[in-house]
């Protein structure tokens, strides 16, 4: 797993109703507490602004509805 730093792109959940029926947006790194915990810019397809603390590691979001979560993007 890659270790997390400031300014790197991951995935969290997000709600479809603002985020143009998207279900997960990007969010940037604004600050690393641990390898698992950071806090987040969420970047959702809208004009909402979306700050997230204290969120934590996850390998997936399958069958979770908690909001305060991330994930690396899938490698391509």
């Known amino acids: ?3 997390p730093s400031i300014g ?3 995935l969290v959940p997000a709600d479809p109703a603002v985020n143009n029926g998207a279900n997960v947006a990007p969010a940037i790194i604004t600050r690393v507490w641990n390898d698992e915990v950071v806090n987040v810019r969420v970047l959702l397809d809208s004009d909402a602004v979306q700050w997230r603390t204290s969120v934590k590691y996850v390998e997936n979001f399958d069958g979770i509805e ?3 979560l991330w994930t690396w993007p899938p490698r391509v």
């Open 8 to 10: 790197r792109v991951v």
């Open 1 to 3: 797993m890659p270790t």
């Open 66 to 68: 908690h909001t305060h």
